[in-house]
């Protein structure tokens, strides 16, 4: 099996299978726990709903058949899913933005393609999540909702929770209009001209810590989709012809001489 690995200081670029894909390691550090950010393909080309499982397989290395997955129908809204039982399904549909379980062997799945994509782990109860979060959901408070979410059905602590922001649109791409600008603070928003960007990261970020959040359990990546490597994949610059990424996390089985 043909595997390349390169890392840039917490991200590390990984390819099997032709399958490029990157995890990040302040993750890497929690034995229960296997994630990815799947890169898409080169020409754009949408992945067809039927070839996740395997592709999960792939970056995972949790054999295909071992797991089951939640592919959620993302309508950039604050709805929460919380899988508390274990699913008998192999693939599991339902509308939503955000993600969360304790559940072995349950794969979480968003696409994203200029969206934020966060990634959850919660040492202490062994929950994991992802969130997708555009600019509607951010206002409409998907952050607060997840964080809501873990502590009254997970029982979690927000100060015990890690996030992980992988890839997205940045500050220095995000523009948009001033009938938009005007539903969040002008800290930020980058004002060039008559032009206005959006620093949606930093916003998602305050209101996890305003939530009860450890500054120092976030990690952001910095990675714009628009302007960086040319690998991610970008709505914007792309339109219609850009493809979608993959972010999954997921608990499984951990070995005996693994910790948190």
């Not at 950010?37 to 499982?53: H, R, T, V």
Request: with cysteine; proline share 3%; glycine share 8%.
């Amino acid at each position: 099996m043909k595997s390349i690995s390169e890392s840039k200081e917490d991200i590390i670029v990984e390819e099997k299978k032709e399958l490029k894909y990157l995890k990040f390691a302040p993750l890497e550090k929690f034995g229960f726990v296997k994630h990815g950010f799947i890169l898409g393909n080169k020409d754009g080309a949408k992945i067809n709903f039927s070839e996740i499982p395997e592709l999960i397989s792939i970056a995972s290395g949790v054999p295909g058949g071992k797991f089951s997955v939640v592919i959620p129908r993302q309508v950039h809204q604050v709805q929460v899913l919380s899988f508390k039982e274990k699913m008998q399904e192999k693939i599991i549909q339902m509308e939503g933005d955000a993600l969360l379980t304790d559940q072995e062997n349950l794969f979480l799945i968003i696409q994203v393609a200029d969206c934020l994509p966060i990634f959850l782990v919660d040492p202490a109860t062994e929950i994991v999540g992802l969130a997708h979060i555009g600019w509607r959901g951010a206002v409409s408070g998907i952050a607060e909702e997840v964080i809501r979410e873990a502590k009254e059905i997970f029982n979690a602590k927000p100060s015990d929770l890690y996030l992980v922001f992988g890839p997205s649109i940045g500050r220095c791409c995000y523009k948009i209009s001033g009938d938009l600008a005007v539903l969040f603070d002008e800290k930020y928003i980058d004002k060039r001209g008559a032009e206005n960007y959006l620093d949606l990261g930093h916003f998602v970020k305050d209101k996890f810590l305003e939530s009860g959040m450890k500054e120092e359990n976030i990690f952001v990546s910095g990675e714009c989709t628009f302007c960086g490597d040319k690998r991610y994949q970008s709505y914007r610059r792309e339109k219609e012809k850009a493809g979608r990424m993959i972010a999954f996390i997921g608990k499984v089985t951990r070995r005996p001489d693994q910790s948190h």
